[in-house]
T-cell receptor, first 112, second 112 residues
Framework: AQSVAQPEDQVNVAEGNPLTVKCTYS??????LFWYVQYPNRGLQFLLK??????LVKGSYGFEAEFNKSQTSFHLKKPSALVSDSALYFC??????????FGKGTTLSVSS | NAGVTQTPKFRVLKTGQSMTLLCAQD?????MYWYRQDPGMGLRLIHY???????AKGEVPDGYNVSRLKKQNFLLGLESAAPSQTSVYFC???????????FGPGTRLTVT
């Protein structure tokens, strides 16, 4: 069965520093991988996805993620964090013919 | 475009009462989903639909029913509400399974 893990409940980073939010997954076939962001009292917003192709995926708001098949990871990164990036981030995975499974979420806190 | 809208935004029910949550999308998407979000548990899929007139069970379907009589609408029903159904409910839609999902703003339901 497919699964996804976000090993950190919270990530703290100073404004201007690079940030990484970790995600690992388990599927039996080829994965479809997504990152979403949720701001307080709002629905989830799509950031980026990996379906096939280049392992480095660029998305909205300067975020990117690297698909690493050998480590079964899809970490979210940004070179320079902003205070406005503070939010709840969800990794999600599915394989063909199955529903999307969300991780438990990681709270990103960027301090000024 | 309004995107995905949800009605109502807030609701308080007593145990045993029933209610219906309405989700509407104006993007002509085939797929629609209902999730619940609980603290520390991420999003869990309740039911989903791959097209008008179709529904399928997700990860946590017990205590809920759904209907997709029109392509643009996806209704979630609680026949006899229980305190365990206190949660934030999100509706989402997508053009296809490998596409990103577009989320509504959520409905906060409290069952006392």
């Amino acid at each position: 069965a497919q699964s996804v893990a976000q090993p950190e409940d919270q990530v703290n980073v100073a404004e201007g520093n690079p940030l990484t939010v970790k995600c690992t997954y388990s599927v039996s076939g080829n994965p479809y991988l997504f990152w979403y962001v949720q701001y307080p009292n709002r629905g989830l917003q799509f950031l980026l996805k990996y379906i096939t192709g280049d392992n480095l995926v660029k998305g909205s708001y300067g975020f990117e993620a690297e698909f690493n098949k050998s480590q079964t990871s899809f970490h979210l990164k940004k070179p320079s964090a902003l205070v406005s990036d503070s939010a709840l981030y969800f990794c999600a995975v599915r394989e063909a013919g199955t529903a999307l499974i969300f991780g438990k979420g990681t709270t990103l806190s960027v301090s000024s | 475009n309004a995107g995905v809208t949800q009605t109502p935004k807030f609701r308080v029910l007593k145990t045993g009462q029933s209610m219906t949550l309405l989700c509407a999308q104006d993007m002509n998407h085939e797929y629609m989903y209902w999730y619940r979000q609980d603290p520390g548990m991420g999003l869990r899929l309740i039911h989903y639909s791959v097209g008008e007139g179709t529904t399928a069970k997700g990860e946590v379907p017990d205590g809920y029913n759904v209907s997709r009589l029109k392509k643009q609408n996806f209704l979630l029903g609680l026949e006899s509400a229980a305190p365990s159904q206190t949660s934030v409910y999100f509706c989402a839609s997508s053009p296809g399974q490998s596409h990103e999902q577009y989320f509504g703003p959520g409905t906060r339901l409290t069952v006392t």
